[in-house]
């Protein structure tokens, strides 16, 4: 069972980029979901969740600008982030409460993706 962001990239001020995160594996479901990031020198913060439900939050930096979404069919959670700007750089991470199936059940944990670099050139 693994989380694979991909989407990542160089893009100028204003520009737009789509991250996507794959679950892969015995799941079951996402449950919560949410992309994380985290900048040189600077703790990792949340960025955006969606719910089961598909409800969204985010975070007052990125509002309007970013949109969260999840596939649930294709087991993805996808992040739309438009009219980018310079400190929006950093390193982001998907972060998901799967359900797993095992062989005699399931589980539920919290699975994080390997980073993705955003780069926003001013």
Do not use: H
């Amino acid at each position: 069972v693994q989380l694979q962001a991909s989407g990542g990239g160089l893009v100028q001020a204003g520009g737009s980029l789509r991250l996507s995160c794959v679950a892969s594996g015995r799941i079951v479901n996402i449950n919560d979901g949410g992309w994380y990031r985290q900048a040189p020198g600077k703790q990792r913060e949340l960025v955006a969740t969606i719910t089961s439900g598909g409800t969204p939050t985010y975070v007052d930096s990125v509002k309007g600008r970013f949109t969260i979404s999840r596939d649930n069919a294709k087991n993805t959670l996808d992040l739309q982030m438009n009219s980018l700007k310079p400190e929006d750089t950093a390193v982001y991470y998907c972060n998901a409460r799967l359900t797993v199936r095992l062989v005699w059940g399931t589980n539920v944990r919290d699975y994080w993706g390997q980073g993705t670099q955003v780069t926003v050139s001013s």
